[in-house]
Every structure is written in C-alpha cells, then in structure tokens.
Nanobody, 118 residues
Framework: VQLVESGGGLVQPGGPLRLSCAAS????????MGWYRQAPGKQRELVADITRGGNTNYADSVKGRFTISRDNAKNTVYLQMNSLKPEETAVYYC?????????????WGQGTQVTVSS
C-alpha cells in the first residue's frame, strides 16, 4: 500500500494551497480517505475526511475554508486549503481507513510539509 502526498510548500498567510494524495495497493473506492496534520510539539489531528459515499467531515477550525474531495477513477484525494493561517503550519498526512467487523485498518502517507509564512 502506498499513499503519496504532493502539493505542500510555502504559502503566504491568506493564500491557497492544494494537496493531493495518490493511493495504490488498496481498493480506493471503499476506503474513507482523510487528511491529518501534526504541528511541532502537538498531536496529530484530523483536518477532514470523506467517506466512500462522499460524506465529508471537517475540523471546526477549517470549516468554510478547506474542501476535501476524491476522484475514485484516479485513486486520488485532494485537500483544497484557502485562507491559510500561520498556525496551520504542519506536516499534512494522507490517511486511508477501512472498518470491518469493528476492526479499523489505517494506512498513512509519508507526509508533506505546509508552511504558512510571510
């Protein structure tokens, strides 16, 4: 299983950035796909996720600014981030998860650095 993130980098406060995560080795369409982030000295937190049926869930802090989407034909999940804030500087991780018989299986990407700074 491979989850490969791309699109991270340096962006000015208030600017946009789009992350992509290409998955292989899984039946992408049945997985819930998500984006998490981890800032230095902090725990990893959920940013947004999207179910196999297209239902989305966002952290309160990003609602209205971030949009998660998926393209099952391309095995790719995206995170469009707008109006970025300096405190959102973190490593952003792609996650794929699937629950069967109450057992959850998670796969993680290697992470991509997002730095919001002027």
């Amino acid at each position: 299983v491979q989850l490969v993130e791309s699109g991270g980098g340096l962006v000015q406060p208030g600017g946009p950035l789009r992350l992509s995560c290409a998955a292989s080795g899984i039946t992408f369409s049945v997985y819930t796909m998500g984006w998490y982030r981890q800032a230095p000295g902090k725990q990893r937190e959920l940013v947004a996720d999207i179910t196999r049926g297209g239902n989305t869930n966002y952290a309160d802090s990003v609602k209205g600014r971030f949009t998660i989407s998926r393209d099952n034909a391309k095995n790719t999940v995206y995170l469009q981030m707008n109006s970025l804030k300096p405190e959102e500087t973190a490593v952003y991780y792609c996650n794929a998860n699937f629950t069967l018989a109450a057992i959850r299986t998670d796969y993680w990407g290697q992470g991509t650095q997002v730095t919001v700074s002027s």
